[in-house]
């Protein structure tokens, strides 16, 4: 996650394996310059990964792709989870297939911000479409029906920090076909286009600059 906190383990630098495992959750360890991890870091890394064999590795996705190039370059096996769950920043259909392959496993992201507390705004399903959590939020897009805009939650089960058509910086789209999965009947799909900071608006209002030419998500 972020260099130095985990949401509840925070300045992670000196701790030991031991000190960082709740349970059966292992964080593993930071830095405070994560896209400038020396050698031995990367392979203190891997090496925790490869004694702690999780089912389950929850992570930033630029930061994971950067740890697999880094040990692939050192010639480091990383260990293979049964799931890799992403969050934190925009997974990028690049980004997700660069984790598919470099962990040999199935490639999921979980959608939220910060600001809420908590509560989670979408989860991704088998089909490859991002779902409302309609469970926790009430979601509404600031543009016409159809079209890309900024976001307004409610949060819908928090009494101790109520939100109602909080905005938040994400662009999103709602999307009316119904997906194949199991959740297509019963939670909302969306396209996540990323955040308002790094969009272009055309000059007669719309957002432009989402998709690249290959397909990702940006």
């Given amino acids: 996650t972020t260099p130095l906190c985990a949401g509840f383990e925070c300045h992670l630098g000196p701790t030991t394996p031991a000190q960082r495992t709740r349970g059966t959750t292992l964080t593993l360890n930071s830095s405070e310059d994560v896209f400038g ?20 590795l929850f992570l930033h996705p630029w930061y994971g792709a950067w740890l697999l190039a880094r040990a692939r370059a050192l010639g480091l096996a990383v260990h293979r989870p049964t799931v890799v769950l992403t969050s934190y920043q925009l997974l990028t259909r690049r980004h997700q297939r660069m984790l598919r392959e470099g962990f040999g496993a199935p490639v999921f992201s979980y959608w939220g911000a910060t600001d809420l507390g908590g509560p989670l705004l979408g989860v991704e399903c088998h089909q490859g479409n991002l779902h409302v959590r309609e469970d926790q939020v009430f979601l509404e897009v600031e543009a016409p029906a159809g079209e890309r805009g900024t976001l307004l939650v409610t949060l819908l089960h928090d009494p101790v920090m109520p939100l109602v058509r909080y905005r938040i910086s994400d662009v999103a789209r709602l999307v009316d076909e119904p997906c194949a999965c199991a959740l297509g009947g019963e939670w909302q799909t969306l396209e996540l286009h990323g955040r308002a900071r790094d969009c272009l608006a055309a000059t007669d209002g719309p957002v432009r600059g989402h998709q690249g030419g290959d397909g990702s998500r940006h």
């Fill in 37 to 56: 991890l020396t050698d031995a870091e990367v392979r203190a890394i891997v090496g925790e990964l490869a004694a702690h064999q999780p089912d389950v």
